[in-house]
C-alpha cells in the first residue's frame, strides 16, 4: 500500500478501516496499469483469486478476469452463479489511473425482473383478456384500451379505438341516464360494480348490452386521476335472459301472459284491502273440433286472432293470459271494472263469434265466458278463479256461446250437479242404469221396425232420472265411454232376446264415438251376442262428424263394413248442414223432435220436414221423424212423405220385460194395449 507523506493525511490503518467499511467493493490501478488498492469487499464480490490481496497486480490481467467467458455480462453487470449481481462503475483517478466501484446489485436486479416479468403477465392480460378492459381520464377520454375494448366497439385495434373515440366522442349509453346513474355511483363510492347497461357500439352505432365494472386510480393523496374499468358484451345473456323470461311469462303463440304469470298476477290483484278487479274465464266453443277438420296451422291462427281481440277488449288495465288449448282470461283491475264487467263479457262473446280467416276458410268459432269479481263474490285468488270457472261451466252447459256472471243461485245449482257427479260416479261402479227401448214404427204398415234404446238411472232417492240430466254430466265426468259400452253391450244382448228383423238404435255419444276402442267392442259384442250386425243403428249427432271429419269417417266406413247402420240424430238442432249427408256413410236421419211439436205453429218446420224426405229420396237413406205425440202430426208427416215415426203417441220408452209381453201379445194376435199399434215387421 502506498505511503501517505502529509501529516494530515489519513494513516494506512485509518484507510485500511474506511476501505473496509466501504458498503462497496473498490480497486483502484495506477497510471501504470498496475492495481493498487483492492479491498476485501471487492475480492469477494468480484470472486477474485486470493493472490489480489498481493499488490501489485497488473490491471489488465484484473480485466481479463472481468471479461473472461465464463461469467456473463450485461453492460457493466456481471452475473455470478447463484442469482448474484454486480455491477461495476469505472473512473479515472487524478493522476491518472482507475478505479472500479463494485455493487452489489442483486436485489434491484431480481426486482427488475420481477417487475419486467409481472409487466409482460399484465400485457398478456390486458391483451389477451376477453373482457375489455380500459384507463380513462376523469373527463372520459381514453388513455388505454385493450383489443377486446376496441372489438367491442368495433375496431381492429388499441391505437384505432383510442383515436375514434377522442376525434368522435359520441353517446355511448343508449339510455343517457345510466351515464348519470355510473357517475354518481363511482362518485359515491369510488366503484361501480356490475352495472348492466345497452350502449352503441362506437363505430357501427349498433346497440348491444354491457356489464362494467370501474375504480377511480389515485394519487398518493388519494385524490382520483384516471378512471380504470372493465366490461363484457352482454349481448347474448341479455337475449337468453329475455328469451327465459317470455318463455316464463308469456305464451309463445299467442304472445298473451301464459298461466304462470296469470296466477302470480290474479294473486297480486286479490291481496286483502285491493281494488275491485274482475275475472273473464274464457272457452272458446267447439275449437278442438274446428282445429281437428281445419288443421293445426289454421288453428293457430285462431288461437292468435282470439288473443289479439281480447288484448284489444281488454285494454291498457286488463291482463291477457292464455291459460291452456283453447282457455283464456281476462283479468281486468282498472278503474269501473266492475261496472263494466257485463259490458265486457257481452264485448267478448260478441267479438269471437265474428269469423276469423284461417286456412283459406272464413271460420266462426264462439266463446264461453265466465265472470266473476274480487272482493264481490270471492275472497281471494284461488276462490275467484273457481267461481269465474263455475259460471263458465253454466254457460256451457246451457249450450255455450254466452256470458255467465257468477251468482249464490248459481253456486247452489252448480253444487247439485258436482253432487250428481259424485253419484253418478258409484252408480256407474255400481251399475245402477237401466235401458228403455222405445218402439219406432212403420206408419204406413203400422208395424214396429225396430226400438231406440235409452238410458235411466235408478237413484236411490231421486227415483228414474233422465238422461238429458245425468248424460252431459257423466260427458263431463268421462264417465260417457265406459256407460255407453255398457249400453252397447247390453242393448245387443236384449235385442238377441227379441224376434229377429227388429233393428236396436244405439246412441253414442261425442266422447265415445272418440274413444279408440269403439270399434273393436262392437265387433266382440256382435260376435259375443251372435245377433246380425245389421239390425244394429248407432245414433250419432252432427258435432260428431265436425270434431274429427276424417276419423269419423273412417269409423263410420268400418262400421258400415260391419254391416250396421249409421243414423244422424237430432237432426235440425245442430249445424244441421245437409253436407254431411252427402259426406258420410250415413243410412238413416232422424228428425229432430222440435219439428213434429212446430209443425203447425211454425211453416219452417213443415219446410224442413219436406225438404230433408226430399233429400232421403235423392240420396237414399231413410227418414225417421222424432217425438210424434199426435194423430195430426202422424197424418200430416204422412202427407210430407215420411214413413217412420217415433214418439209418444206410438209409445214411451220401457223396460225390456214389457217390450217382451207386448210382442208376445201382438205375435198372438192378442189386443195390443191402446194405443201400442204394433205388429211385427218381417
Ligand atoms: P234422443 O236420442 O233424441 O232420444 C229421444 C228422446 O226423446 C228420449 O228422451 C225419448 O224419451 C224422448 N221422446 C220420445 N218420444 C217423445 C215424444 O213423443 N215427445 C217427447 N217430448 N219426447 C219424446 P230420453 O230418454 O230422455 O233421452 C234423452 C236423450 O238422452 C236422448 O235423446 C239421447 O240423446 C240421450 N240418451 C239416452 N240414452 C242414451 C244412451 O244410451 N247413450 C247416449 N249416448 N245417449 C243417450
Ligand atoms: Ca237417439
Ligand atoms: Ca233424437
Known sequence: MASRPESDSPSDQQLLAVLRALPHGLVVADATGSVTLCNPLAIELLDLPRQFHLTPYPAEALEHYLHSSDRRHDGDVMEFPGGRFVKLTRSSTPAGGNFILIEDVSAQVSQERARVQAESEYRSLFDNSVYGIYRDNLDGTPVRANPALAALNGYASEALHIEAVTKQPRNWYVDPARAEKFARIIKSKGRVKDLVSQVYRHRTGEKLWITESAWYVRDTEGKPIFIEGTLLDATERMANLEAIERQANFDSLTGAANRFRFLRRLDEATRPAMKDCVLFTIDLDHFKEVNDSVGHAAGDIILKDVASRLREIAGETGLVARLGGDEFAILDRGEGALAQSEVKAGRIVKALCQPIAAGGRSITIGASVGVAAFPGHAANAEDLLRKSDLALYEVKSAGRNGYQIYSSELHAVLKRQKHLERELRAAAEAQAFELHYQPIVDSATNRVTGYEALMRWNHPTLGSVPPDVFIPIAERAGLMTRLGAWVIGRACEDLALL????????????????????????????????????CLVFEITESVLVSNADVARHLLERL????????????????????????????VVKIDRSFAAGMFEQKASRAVIRAIMGIGRDLDFEVIAEGVETKEQIAALAQLGCRFMQGYYFGKARPLSDVVTDLALSQMNVAAPARLPLALAR
Open 560 to 587: 258400415r263394413w260391419l254391416g250396421a247402420q249409421i243414423a244422424l240424430d237430432d237432426f235440425g238442432t245442430g249445424y244441421s248442414s245437409l253436407s254431411y249427408l252427402q259426406k258420410f256413410p250415413l243410412t
Open 499 to 534: 224376434p229377429p228383423g227388429l233393428r236396436m238404435g244405439i246412441n253414442v255419444s261425442a266422447n265415445q264415438f272418440r274413444s279408440p276402442d269403439l270399434f273393436d267392442h262392437i265387433a266382440s259384442t256382435v260376435a259375443r251376442t251372435g245377433i246380425d250386425p245389421r
